[in-house]
């Protein structure tokens, strides 16, 4: 059996109105070097000073992942030379971050494991460096972006267990709103591989949650076939080209004392006293097992309502006033079906909930059919407003009795052929008549109660 070591160093970009240490707006997709200022340009003599609301995000996502809180925590100087970085040095956090030694717990195939949590950091991202043919431009726009870096134990056993890890991290951090899914380009990790008690090796800048599975198996392949031609496996760094799913060798590993560390006079040390005030929101987990709890669904439905943030709030308001099973039908089958269609969140959707609880009030009364229900989801979701109005425009409320009586009578008397087909015998000839009743109703009355009546008529 291979004994597979992973642990992953995960930099979330955080999207606060301004950057780290300066009031330049956290804003990159502009114009290039023009959300700059003499601080995160490095100009000798600028003073930096934390963004709060950075600190009080750290807060929270070190409270959801139970990591314990240093009193202070201090920034420290890392020293490099690269054009991304023009004070020759980027501010990070080195031995006393915001918090460390804390555990995530994780589900991997129903099985439940704890992630150890080596620490959570904060740290200024380098500037963005765009690779022409012959030269290189620098972007000073990203420099001084709030990134958190989360650091786990080397407690990830697969690529899967990776993957997994990730994806549950970053769905809590959409529920602390310190991520948003649509941007997944703002999770980027490196990752720490070894098996059989090994040499490490590091993979720089994995994008999202979804290349990181790839990424590692393709360096987990790697690494077995050195072993098993008796090649040695030396620490060193890689880099993942998404593009070939491959591992290309970057440089060899740094080690700590090369980036000489040194404490950042200019900032002052963060105090986080207050640390038991920080109120984080419900996190998924939770969430989770109330809902199967209060309103007693299943588990598949209940992670599926989890899932999104937007879609659990919506069904808990519709749940006060419907059915919980038929709202979590209807809210985990056909509208995410939909929604998923559309490649849409709940909250980007923009539906209201007057809307849903009316379809489900027409679904309770048995006042549509489950077709044209989803049919009425398509139109709210494609083309947002009311509706009733919908419903109204494309005749989607079951016929009233009467109606479809008329119908079969009128369809009767129309379909004379059929119909002699059908009492001399033919009893196919009955599926062509009820064709003919949803053709007249538009498809609103009921195939079942029309071939009733039909069958009532002609006997
Ligand atoms: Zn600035």
Same mark, same amino acid.
């Given at each position: 059996?291979?004994?597979?070591?992973?642990?992953?160093?995960?930099?979330?970009?955080?999207?606060?109105?301004?950057?780290?240490?300066?009031?330049?707006?956290?804003?990159?997709?502009?114009?290039?070097?023009?959300?700059?200022?003499?601080?995160?340009?490095?100009?000798?003599?600028?003073?930096?000073?934390?963004?709060?609301?950075?600190?009080?995000?750290?807060?929270?996502?070190?409270?959801?992942?139970? +990591?314990?809180?240093?009193?202070?925590?201090?920034?420290?100087?890392?020293?490099?030379?690269?054009?991304?970085?023009?004070?020759?040095?980027?501010?990070?956090?080195?031995?006393?971050?915001?918090?460390?030694?804390?555990?995530?717990?994780?589900?991997?195939?129903?099985?439940?494991?704890?992630? &150890?949590?080596?620490?959570?950091?904060?740290?200024?991202?380098?500037?963005?460096?765009?690779?022409?043919?012959?030269?290189?431009?620098?972007?000073?726009?990203?420099?001084?972006?709030?990134?958190?870096?989360?650091?786990?134990?080397?407690?990830?056993?697969?690529?899967?267990?990776?993957?997994? %890890?990730?994806?549950?991290?970053?769905?809590?951090?959409?529920?602390?709103?310190?991520?948003?899914?649509?941007?997944?380009?703002?999770?980027?990790?490196?990752?720490?591989?070894?098996?059989? &008690?090994?040499?490490?090796?590091?993979?720089?800048?994995?994008? &999202?949650?979804?290349?990181?599975?790839?990424?590692?198996?393709?360096?987990?392949?790697?690494?077995?076939?050195?072993?098993?031609?008796?090649?040695?496996?030396?620490?060193?760094?890689?880099?993942?080209?998404?593009?070939? &799913?491959?591992?290309?060798?970057?440089?060899?590993?740094?080690?700590?004392? $090369? %980036?000489?560390?040194?404490?950042?006079?200019?900032?002052?040390?963060?105090?986080?006293?207050?640390?038991?005030?920080?109120? !984080?929101?419900?996190?998924?987990?939770?969430?989770?097992?109330?809902?199967?709890?209060?309103?007693? !669904?299943?588990?598949?439905?209940?992670?599926?309502?989890?899932?999104?943030?937007?879609?659990?709030?919506?069904?808990?308001?519709?749940?006060?006033?419907?059915?919980?099973?038929?709202?979590?039908?209807? +809210?985990?089958?056909?509208?995410?079906?939909?929604?998923?269609?559309?490649?849409?969140?709940?909250?980007?959707?923009?539906?209201?909930? $007057?809307?849903?609880?009316?379809?489900?009030?027409?679904?309770?009364?048995?006042?549509?059919?489950?077709?044209?229900?989803?049919?009425?989801?398509?139109?709210?979701?494609?083309?947002?407003?009311?509706?009733?109005?919908?419903?109204?425009?494309?005749?989607?409320?079951?016929?009233?009795?009467?109606?479809?009586?008329?119908?079969?009578?009128?369809?009767?008397?129309?379909?004379?052929?059929?119909?002699? $087909?059908?009492?001399?015998?033919?009893?196919?000839?009955?599926?062509?008549?009820?064709?003919?009743?949803?053709?007249?109703?538009?498809?609103?009355?009921?195939?079942?109660?029309?071939?009733?009546?039909?069958?009532?008529?002609?006997?």
């Amino acid at each position: 059996m291979t004994d597979i070591k992973i642990g992953l160093e995960t930099h979330v970009q955080l999207n606060t109105n301004s950057k780290l240490f300066c009031s330049c707006r956290n804003e990159q997709n502009v114009e290039p070097n023009t959300n700059v200022c003499p601080i995160c340009l490095g100009h000798p003599g600028s003073k930096p000073r934390a963004n709060k609301e950075v600190i009080n995000q750290a807060f929270k996502v070190c409270k959801a992942l139970e +990591l314990d809180f240093n009193e202070e925590s201090v920034f420290a100087r890392k020293t490099y030379f690269y054009p991304d970085m023009s004070k020759n040095y980027q501010v990070t956090q080195y031995d006393r971050p915001v918090a460390q030694n804390g555990r995530f717990e994780v589900k991997i195939k129903d099985k439940k494991k704890e992630i &150890g949590i080596k620490r959570l950091h904060i740290e200024e991202d380098p500037a963005r460096l765009v690779h022409e043919e012959n030269y290189s431009k620098v972007d000073y726009n990203r420099a001084g972006t709030p990134l958190l870096e989360i650091v786990t134990d080397p407690d990830l056993k697969s690529s899967e267990e990776a993957r997994t %890890y990730l994806q549950q991290l970053a769905h809590v951090l959409e529920y602390l709103k310190v991520y948003s899914p649509v941007s997944d380009y703002s999770i980027k990790s490196d990752a720490n591989i070894s098996i059989n &008690g090994g040499e490490r090796v590091e993979i720089k800048n994995i994008t &999202g949650t979804s290349a990181i599975e790839k990424a590692l198996n393709y360096e987990l392949s790697r690494q077995k076939q050195l072993t098993k031609r008796n090649k040695e496996v030396k620490q060193h760094t890689r880099r993942y080209n998404p593009d070939m &799913g491959s591992t290309i060798k970057m440089r060899e590993k740094e080690t700590e004392e $090369d %980036y000489g560390y040194i404490v950042d006079p200019d900032l002052t040390t963060q105090k986080s006293k207050d640390v038991s005030n920080v109120e !984080i929101p419900e996190l998924p987990r939770e969430k989770y097992r109330r809902f199967k709890k209060d309103y007693e !669904i299943k588990d598949k439905i209940a992670e599926s309502l989890v899932s999104d943030p937007g879609l659990a709030k919506a069904y808990e308001k519709l749940a006060q006033k419907h059915d919980t099973h038929i709202a979590a039908t209807l +809210l985990t089958g056909d509208l995410k079906k939909v929604l998923n269609y559309n490649d849409v969140a709940y909250s980007e959707a923009k539906l209201e909930i $007057d809307w849903l609880s009316h379809l489900l009030e027409l679904i309770e009364e048995n006042r549509i059919s489950d077709r044209n229900a989803e049919k009425a989801l398509r139109e709210i979701v494609e083309n947002p407003r009311p509706i009733k109005e919908i419903i109204e425009e494309l005749g989607l409320e079951k016929s009233s009795d009467d109606k479809v009586a008329q119908a079969v009578n009128k369809v009767i008397k129309n379909e004379e052929e059929a119909v002699k $087909d059908y009492t001399s015998g033919d009893e196919g000839a009955i599926n062509y008549l009820v064709g003919q009743v949803m053709q007249v109703t538009q498809g609103g009355a009921d195939p079942k109660k029309t071939r009733e009546l039909l069958l009532e008529e002609l006997e």
